[in-house]
């Protein structure tokens, strides 16, 4: 017999958008929660190869042996590392080389590109960067002289895992076993050497570990995690993460509202015939089996579909990113299949269980007097009571993030905006004075039933409000991958130009037609005086280590000033507001620096904010221009070029001493990871896209009966199909118009937290939401209006209607 009543009752609209709205449920939170299990992992191993290890441990001093020797206890694997500088010489050729000095043990995660394929340092043996190559003359199997010991070149470095991006490398590339350190000679008593050491291992030793080393950290040291990584890619990672988790949330406070107003509507629908079962004789416990049995019914069907639909869009998700993907990932756990019958089931019984109790509560009286609804669980009680649980368990199941109060601060913005505009609407409404006749009808309706108006601009309002959001947020992204690289990004770098190297090579370039961007000067010095005091027991890392100093004359093109005045003048610094922040420097204080020469101190003039994500240099300090001149300087650019060989060829025997980078590796392998993430955003944004219609579906399946009603008596009394049709598109109408305003504000509300303290974006007023939302849901609404109305009014379905 449920059967039988499942399968009667199937055809209602709005059992089928309940049955929708639970199955998009199932499917966002499985897919999300999938996707989320293995995707972590895939891309945390792009990380890890992007980085050649699981945690790094940087430090300007030699790091205790017996710190290398408990992560070896615990089973971690351990790659020890060394940087310098030091000459190499071919014959009576000098060449100064950024020495990289690895372990066997290298590299931990990734590969190491070498020509030819499969080479790595071994004892006696280096490999070359091919620009030291050519700028020594040398080839595969020659000998090159590194400080005081004479290596056999094996092959050339193509590209390092763990390369990164450095545009101040002063030196190309030379790869070497830390076993032949010692022969060279080049690391002794206040070389320059920098210390790093590579950890990987599974979760639960690398977490004891960090635990146990991270006290004994002193301020020389730095500890890097995945996590940590503040480069493009890592930021950009994280920033699709976010947007994934808040696509999840937004398709769950989509699917919660539509769920709400299709289920209340069902109930509602169906209060006539219990009573009319009631008053034939079936008993409560009858019609409790039919309610629950119907009700379980929905549910499980709703997790088969929202399984499959789950799957199908995991399976989309992964053919989007498989090629940022490690070929095979590993199958997820069992908890998203958890996560996701059980978001549906507390999403059933938070807005379900009172309609229902109230469905099964009619009263028989209700055959004769329709006013006879049961008065259980009051909404005064109810709702404040089911909003509580619902954000605890959001806030259980997204850790409490600043993205969960940031779209709730919005929807709780939104809901008051709808009480005072639908308020204020109603007011104005009622002093208008309309010739149309639809027009008028329309507004009629809308003041004659104030409690439903409002609950239907709540509605609308909150579906264009977070399909807003969240197609502003995904520009965004996608309009920050391209700053940080565009077409024009530069691919190559000139470093370690000496001054009068600078205008013959403006000039080489130009003969060229390269045009190189903003030549830097750079010089290095340690900050260690804050306001004439040594900074006291301060952990930064910029205090333990020497700084690239710069100066600017020109506007400060990408570092916007948040204080103070530019250009600084002299005697005066810019300093980056991040660092400022952290060491405790204001305005007007004085920081004091040793450089190769004599220290030099300067006022504090200037705060600017720095976009360390940028493929370009950056710097904490900028000085104005002479203030350096006392320092030894070197010079930086960087340009554009495409695959011209021979012009680089020139360019080192011109000018022998200068050191070019080539990043065009690097662009490439966050570019690819970039846009494959960027397709499957979009993926996700159909999925919260869908859930919106259904919700506006929903809520206009609940003024249909009521409407269907009126338009019979309408029609009774002689008004034609083109007026009544015209009075719905005007109603639908004035709410899309309120609904899209009062969705702007409340999608800047909750844009403004997100982009500043989410996703790190500047945030300013975005004009396009109070002009495409307004019209937008008028023109939608309105064709939702016509299209109710030529249903309402095709045939001769209203007199049936009132024949019946």
């Known amino acids: 017999m449920i059967a039988r009543w499942f399968w009667r009752e199937w055809r209602s609209p709005s059992l089928l958008i309940v049955w929708l709205a639970l199955s998009l449920a199932v499917a966002c ?333 009619t009263q028989p009286l209700r055959v004769l007097r329709r006013d006879a609804v049961a008065n259980v669980w009051p909404l005064r009680f109810y709702i404040p009571v089911v909003c509580a649980v619902a954000v605890l368990l959001l806030a259980w199941l997204m850790g409490a993030s600043m993205l969960l109060w940031s779209v709730l601060a919005g929807a709780v913005v939104l809901a008051l905006l709808c009480g005072v505009v639908g308020w204020l609407l109603l007011r104005v409404l009622k002093t208008l004075t309309v010739k149309t006749l639809a027009l008028r009808l329309a507004v009629n309706r809308l003041l004659r039933q104030p409690w439903s108006t409002l609950s239907q601009l709540s509605a609308f309002s909150l579906s264009f409000m977070l399909l807003a959001m969240l197609l502003v947020l995904r520009g965004d992204l996608l309009d920050r991958w391209q700053q940080q690289l565009p077409p024009e990004s530069p691919n190559y770098f000139l470093i370690n130009i000496a001054p009068e190297q600078v205008e013959p090579l403006k000039t080489f370039l130009a003969g060229h037609d390269v045009t190189p961007q903003t030549f830097w000067p750079i010089v290095r010095a340690r900050l260690t005086q804050i306001n004439g005091s040594a900074p006291v027991h301060s952990s930064d890392e910029s205090l333990n280590r020497e700084l690239n100093l710069t100066w600017q004359a020109g506007e400060a093109r990408y570092n916007p000033v948040t204080a103070g005045s530019w250009p600084p003048k002299a005697g005066e610094v810019s300093i980056e507001q991040e660092l400022a922040k952290r060491l405790g420097i204001k305005l007007g204080d004085s920081v004091t620096f040793t450089g190769d020469t004599q220290p030099f101190t300067a006022k504090v003039s200037s705060l600017r904010k720095v976009d360390w994500e940028s493929l370009r240099p950056n710097f904490f300090f900028i000085f104005p221009q002479g203030a350096l001149d006392g320092q030894p300087q070197s010079w930086l650019t960087s340009f554009r070029l495409e695959n011209n060989n021979a012009m680089l060829t020139q360019l080192n025997r011109a000018f022998p001493t200068v050191s070019l980078l080539d990043i065009g590796a690097i662009l490439k392998q966050v570019g690819q990871v970039l846009e494959q993430v960027s397709r499957a955003l979009e993926v996700m944004v159909v999925l919260v896209t869908l859930c919106g219609v259904l919700l506006l579906l929903a809520q206009v399946q609940v003024g249909m009966r009521q409407r269907h009603q009126e338009l019979i008596v309408y029609r009774t009394l002689g008004a034609g199909k083109r007026l009544l049709r015209a009075t719905l598109w005007y109603e639908f109408a004035l709410l899309g118009v309120v609904s899209g305003l009062v969705a702007a504000i409340g999608a800047e509300t909750a844009l403004a937290a997100l982009q500043t303290k989410v996703f790190d974006f500047p945030w300013e007023p975005d004009w396009r939401l109070w002009v495409t939302l307004p019209l937008c849901g008028a023109l939608l609404l309105s064709l939702c209006g016509g299209w109710l109305g030529t249903r309402l009014l095709k045939g001769k379905a209203l007199f049936r209607q009132f024949a019946g």
């Open 29 to 361: 939170v499985l897919a999300l929660g999938n996707i989320s299990d293995r995707m972590e992992k895939g891309l945390s191993q792009q990380s890890r190869e992007f980085m050649a290890g699981d945690r790094t441990l940087r430090s300007s001093r030699a790091i205790p042996q017996a710190w290398l020797d408990e992560a070896r206890n615990r089973g971690l694997s351990v790659n020890e590392q060394l940087s310098f500088s030091t000459m190499t010489f071919s014959g009576d050729t000098p060449q100064l080389a950024s020495v990289k000095a690895v372990d066997d043990t290298y590299p931990l995660y990734g590969e190491l590109q070498t020509r030819p394929p499969g080479l790595k340092p071994q004892a006696g043996s280096v490999l070359l960067a091919p620009r030291l190559m050519a700028l020594l003359n040398l080839k595969t199997g020659d000998m090159i002289d590194v400080g005081d010991a004479t290596l056999r070149i094996a092959g050339e470095v193509v590209q390092e895992p763990d390369a990164g991006f450095n545009p101040f490398q002063m030196a190309p590339r030379l790869l070497m076993n830390t076993a032949d350190v010692a022969k060279t000679g080049a690391v002794q008593p206040g070389s320059r050497v920098s210390w790093r050491v590579k950890f990987a291992g599974q979760p639960a030793p690398l977490a004891a570990y960090e635990k146990w080393l991270l006290p004994q950290l002193k301020p020389e040291h730095r500890w890097t995690s995945l996590e940590q990584d503040e480069g493009a890619l890592g930021k950009s990672l994280q920033r699709s993460q976010q947007f994934l988790l808040l696509s999840a949330l937004l398709t769950l406070l989509l699917s919660v509202a539509a769920v709400a107003v299709a289920m209340g509507h069902y109930c509602r629908s169906r209060y006539d015939l219990v009573a009319i079962l009631k008053t034939l004789g079936a008993g409560r416990a009858q019609l409790r089996n039919l309610i629950v049995g119907q009700w379980l019914m929905v549910l499980a069907l709703a997790t088969v579909t929202g399984g499959a639909i789950g799957l199908l869009f995991e399976n989309v998700l992964l053919v989007l990113l498989k090629p940022v993907l490690p070929v095979a990932l590993p199958a997820a756990s069992g908890w998203p299949w958890l996560w996701s019958v059980g978001a549906m089931l507390v999403i059933s019984l938070l807005v379900g269980l009172r309609p229902y109790r109230l469905l099964l509560a």
